[in-house]
């Protein structure tokens, strides 16, 4: 079955920098790739999504992630965070033609300080 | 409604007591997902509805687990004899038949504490 595994499960930043988020999978089958965000006391909000086609994905909020096949990853990226941008970060993998069956990462605590 | 619904949004409950957490999905979605999410930990497939067919059971943890959906209206998944272990945000998701354009839908989720 497929797995997520989120390298890290806090990043502290400050504002205006850049941010990375590293998101592995694993799986034996073509996969579909998510990343959610979940602000303080909310639901989660999907920020974005790879399907197919472009491995660059552009989501809300600024957010872009790359699918990389050959390293199976799908990192997560911001050229400059804001502080609204503090929220729990998480992967998710569904695998094609299975998709009631997705697997999240243990996610990744941003802190954008000050 | 606009979005998935959960209730209550908090419950505080005794060792050994029996409690039912509510989901109220979005209208038209046909499927429904129960997760749990642990203090620390990521999303925990518990179990997923899709429309009047047989639901898939596969993640909930133990038979005290159980949950129900009639057509494609609200969920209610049921915990009895609570544990200790059991504490956790309970989330709700749905989203529309055409799911595997990931449009999955969660809600605010339950907190759930076993005291």
């Known amino acids: 079955a497929q797995s997520v595994t989120q390298l890290d499960s806090q990043v502290p930043v400050f504002e205006e920098a850049p941010v990375e988020l590293r998101c592995n999978y694993s799986?034996?089958?073509?996969?579909?790739l998510f990343w959610y965000v979940q602000y303080p006391n909310q639901g989660l909000q999907l920020l974005l999504k790879?399907?197919?086609?472009?491995?660059l994905v552009k989501g809300i909020n600024g957010f872009e992630a790359e699918f990389n096949k050959s390293q199976t990853s799908f990192h997560l990226r911001k050229p400059s965070v804001h502080i609204s941008d503090t929220a729990e970060y998480f992967c998710?993998?569904?695998?094609?033609?299975?998709?009631?069956?997705?697997?999240f990462g243990a996610g990744t605590r941003l802190t954008v300080k000050p | 409604g606009a979005g998935v619904s959960q209730s209550p949004s908090n419950k505080v409950t005794e060792k050994g007591k029996d409690v039912e957490l509510r989901c109220d999905p979005i209208?038209?979605?046909?499927?429904l997902y129960w997760y749990r999410q642990r203090l620390g930990q990521g999303l925990e497939f518990l179990i997923y509805?899709?429309?009047?067919?047989?639901?898939?059971k596969s993640g909930l943890p133990s038979d005290r687990f159980s949950a129900e959906r009639t057509g494609e209206s609200v969920s209610t998944l049921t915990i009895q004899r609570t544990q200790q272990e059991d504490s956790a945000v309970y989330l709700c998701?749905?989203?529309?038949?055409?799911?595997?354009?990931?449009?999955?839908?969660f809600g605010s989720g339950t907190r759930l504490t076993v005291v």
């Open positions: 998710a993998v569904t695998e094609v033609g299975n998709n009631n069956d997705m697997r």
């Open positions: 509805f899709q429309g009047n067919s047989a639901p898939d």
């Open positions: 799986s034996s089958v073509s996969v579909y």
């Open positions: 790879y399907l197919s086609g472009s491995t």
């Open positions: 998701a749905s989203s529309p038949p055409d799911r595997s354009r990931g449009g999955y839908t």
């Open positions: 209208s038209g979605h046909t499927a």
